[in-house]
């Protein structure tokens, strides 16, 4: 599997300074639980998009509790992102996108509420 996060443009320089940092501690997988958490979000996403992308929605917006900002992530990057976790078993660094349009993301509370209200809709006609 390909992965689609960034090079380190330190890889193999004697002098990288993450060095300094020492070893990283092992990453414990994801519990079943845990990955089918992950899983059951991915599948959310993609009936997210399917019916938001059309009117305009860009992705979605994430409160980032390691640095206390909102995050306004397209389709694709969230869809990487869940894709990471679950293969990696751990979310990858994250940079605030430059100058997004807040009024081109939703919140997944949001995306979550359009879906059921779409689900509704279609039940009340049968």
Same mark, same amino acid.
């Given at each position: 599997? /390909?992965?689609?996060?960034? $090079?380190?443009?330190?890889?193999?320089?004697?002098? @990288?300074?993450?060095a300094a940092l020492g070893e990283l501690e092992e990453i414990a997988p994801l519990s079943s639980a845990e990955r089918e958490d992950v899983l059951a979000d991915l599948a959310d996403l993609e009936v997210f998009r399917t019916l938001l992308e059309p009117l305009g929605v860009r992705g979605l917006t994430v409160d980032c509790e390691d640095c206390g900002r909102t995050h306004y992530i397209d389709w694709e990057l969230l869809r990487g992102n869940l894709r /990471?976790? $679950?293969?990696?078993?751990?979310?990858?660094? /994250?940079e605030p996108a430059l100058d997004p349009d807040p009024v081109d993301?939703?919140?997944?509370?949001?995306?979550?509420?359009?879906?059921?209200?779409?689900? @509704?809709?279609?039940?009340?006609?049968?």
């Open positions: 599997m /390909h992965d689609e996060a960034p $090079l380190d443009p330190f890889a193999g320089d004697p002098d @990288d300074p993450a /990471h976790l $679950l293969d990696e078993g751990q979310p990858r660094v /994250h993301y939703v919140t997944w509370e949001y995306a979550r509420g359009y879906v059921d209200g779409v689900i @509704d809709s279609e039940e009340g006609k049968g």
